[in-house]
T-cell receptor
Framework: GQNIDQPTEMTATEGAIVQINCTYQTSGFNGLFWYQQHAGEAPTFLSYNVLDGLEEKGRFSSFLSRSKGYSYLLLKELQMKDSASYLCAVMDSNYQLIWGAGTKLIIKP | ETGVTQTPRHLVMGMTNKKSLKCEQHLGHNAMYWYKQSAKKPLELMFVYNFKEQTENNSVPSRFSPECPNSSHLFLHLHTLQPEDSALYLC?????????????FGPGTRLTVL
């Protein structure tokens, strides 16, 4: 079966760094996406990785290791507005997105 | 604002009612999707339309009926729903159904079935 695992909840302090991990087992791989979803709002696109390595975009970076079936999202200089759920999704061989249940990130002052 | 709108934002219905959810995208995309999001569960893909043709139906019960009259509009017709169908229903669109095409989501319809 297809499976995406990520922690249910994480807590971090304003100004700090947090890493949200995602492991996956899917039938085929056509890239991995990270989305941010604030409570009651639409998921919004953060990053896309299809090759191994680190992609940096401002305060957010995303890493992929295809051989390990592993990705992480790194958030630096945390701000209170970063409190949200972070969703990991893998595009499988049928071009369908397989989603994790999301990681709720709580930022404390 | 992602360019994808959904109406209504909230809906409460009884099990014998018939209602419809509407999604509209202003991005010029050719693929549209319906997802179900339940608390603490992964998003579940329900239906996919690519160039107005339904390409996926992920074993969704027949009490959910999609309609895609054109590439900009997507409907989800609901009838005789069950309380376990209460969830957030998200619409998304992308340029096409392709590996690098990012999906853009609407804000969702929060559905409660009594």
């Amino acid at each position: 079966g297809q499976n995406i695992d990520q922690p249910t909840e994480m807590t971090a302090t304003e100004g700090a760094i947090v890493q949200i991990n995602c492991t996956y087992q899917t039938s085929g791989f056509n890239g991995l996406f990270w989305y941010q979803q604030h409570a009651g709002e639409a998921p919004t696109f953060l990053s896309y990785n299809v090759l191994d390595g680190l992609e940096e975009k401002g305060r957010f970076s995303s890493f992929l290791s295809r051989s390990k079936g592993y990705s992480y999202l790194l958030l630096k200089e945390l701000q209170m507005k970063d409190s949200a759920s972070y969703l990991c999704a893998v595009m499988d061989s049928n071009y369908q997105l397989i989603w994790g249940a999301g990681t709720k990130l709580i930022i404390k002052p | 604002e992602t360019g994808v709108t959904q109406t209504p934002r909230h809906l409460v219905m009884g099990m014998t009612n018939k209602k419809s959810l509407k999604c509209e995208q202003h991005l010029g995309h050719n693929a549209m999707y319906w997802y179900k999001q339940s608390a603490k569960k992964p998003l579940e893909l329900m239906f996919v339309y690519n160039f107005k043709e339904q390409t996926e139906n992920n074993s969704v019960p027949s009490r959910f009926s999609p309609e895609c009259p054109n590439s900009s509009h997507l409907f989800l017709h609901l009838h005789t729903l069950q309380p376990e169908d209460s969830a957030l229903y998200l619409c998304a669109s992308s340029p096409q159904v392709a590996p690098t095409d990012t999906q853009y989501f609407g804000p969702g319809t929060r559905l409660t079935v009594l």
